[in-house]
């Protein structure tokens, strides 16, 4: 790779029309010192403009192998430059519409019985090896309206009516009272379980009886104890919140949250370490990405709101401007492959989207209208911050013309 400059190349894999769109932005306007050529292998690629080189794994072989590649008249004393490559005719890119499909990071399969659960942080342990024998995928937000539907939709029961589902009054009350017995109703929940770990998108869910080295609170690390029925006014507390804070209770970091309604404590996946087969934990990016890529895929919108979590108050003196810090997103594509010669990975899948920050009081007006598109997704405040920090730096990623569009910057999601 490369002597030290400010020159850059970027590559996107375009699967939909099997080419690879590629983009320099140069240090200094180009000139007869700038080439740019592509290896016999149609593999990488390298820029030289004066004393810099920069070298690139693409995402995908191309044609060209072997070839320099022309500047066009019109770039010609630019800093920006740009092409479009055909893919090699040996390459055989996915059918369209792989890019919807939901890839959890860490789901049940990931983990082996008695899986050991430790801060991220600290290395403290906080769901000890044994603890959890079993792990299961909870299912998605809408599971219960779901099979409400299908209980209630089903061919088969046309014919022979229950009796004993009929709504005699006709306030749909009995309906309700029968699918809650189910098990599957609108108001079904699936609650914690001593001995079973519970996977979701973002989270992990066990009995809080399971969780060791935590500290509960309903505001800071101060204000917590050990153990949740020690919280003064512990039964009313599920009536005014719907959940406490988790902190880890060696190194004070907060971990996830309690929740009331299913009676599990449920822990961030970007907070916590735990030995997968899938490898490497998951960052708040990949979580993110998941998330939206299952918000698109049930319900068809392709814009989010990423609201700060309400229960998750810190000490008075931390509720300051970032706390109300929310991001407008917007999917543009919801898988890609890139690489940059400014990052350290090559062939990166991602999601390239709009993004835009805003005030809470903005994102609560949005998410009040009753035309509104966009689909709430709620983090804790730091986790904004930390998403915030991730789509500024994959912008400087793109070529310098790519990076605005209006009032809204364009980043990249790590999938």
């Known amino acids: 790779m490369a002597s030290a400059g400010n020159s850059s190349i970027y590559a996107e894999l375009l699967a939909n029309i099997h080419q690879i769109s590629l983009a320099a932005s140069l240090s200094s306007p180009s000139d007869a010192s700038t080439r740019v050529a592509i290896a016999v292998d149609g593999t990488t690629v390298e820029l030289r403009h004066h004393d810099e080189v920069q070298t690139l794994s693409l995402p995908s072989r191309i044609a060209l192998g072997g070839q320099i590649l022309p500047i066009n008249p019109k770039q010609t004393g630019t800093t920006s430059l740009s092409w479009r490559l055909t ?3 040996s390459v055989r890119l996915q059918p369209r519409g792989y890019e919807s499909i939901v890839e959890s990071v860490w789901s049940a399969i990931d983990f082996n019985a ?3 659960v430790s801060c991220r942080q600290c290395s403290g342990v906080v769901v ?3 603890a959890a ?3 299961k995928d909870l299912p998605s937000e809408n599971w219960a309206e779901m099979m409400e539907f299908w209980h209630c ?3 088969a029961d046309h014919p022979h009516h229950d009796p004993h589902d009929s709504d005699k009054d006709g306030s749909g009350k009995a309906d309700e009272e029968s699918l809650a017995a189910r098990g599957y109703g609108a108001s079904s929940i699936v609650a914690a379980q001593k001995g079973v770990g519970f996977v979701d998108l973002t989270t992990l869910m066990f009995s809080d009886s399971d969780c060791q080295n935590l500290t509960f609170s309903s505001s800071s690390y101060e204000y917590g104890v050990p153990v949740i029925k020690d919280l003064p006014l512990a039964e009313s507390q ?4 719907r959940s406490l804070n988790v902190f880890c209770a060696s190194c004070h970091t907060q971990l996830g949250f309690y929740v009331f309604r299913s009676g599990g404590v449920a822990l961030n996946k970007w907070k916590i370490s735990c030995q997968s087969i899938s490898g490497a934990a998951p960052s708040i990016a990949e979580c993110l990405a998941s998330t939206i890529i299952s918000i698109t895929a049930r319900s068809g919108s392709s814009k989010s709101l990423v609201v700060p979590i309400a229960e998750a108050a810190t000490t008075p003196k931390d ?7 929310a991001i407008h ?7 890609i492959i890139y690489s940059s010669s400014s990052g350290t990975e090559r062939g990166i899948s991602a999601i390239k989207l709009f993004y835009r920050l805003i005030t809470r009081e903005e994102a609560d007006r949005m998410l009040d209208k009753v035309a509104q598109d966009a689909q709430e997704i709620s983090l804790p405040a730091d986790a904004i911050n930390e998403v915030i920090r991730h789509l500024d730096a994959s912008n400087l990623l793109l070529p310098l013309t790519e990076r605005l569009f209006k009032e809204w910057k364009v980043g990249l999601l790590t999938r």
């Open 87 to 89: 893919l090699h005719n």
């Open 114 to 116: 008695g899986a050991e």
């Open 128 to 130: 000890g090896g044994g």
């Open 133 to 135: 024998s079993v792990w």
């Open 153 to 155: 939709h089903k061919p």
């Open 238 to 241: 599920a009536g005014k919140n």
């Open 319 to 325: 509720a300051g401007k970032d706390k109300q810090t």
């Open 329 to 335: 997103l917007w999917v543009l594509n919801s898988n």
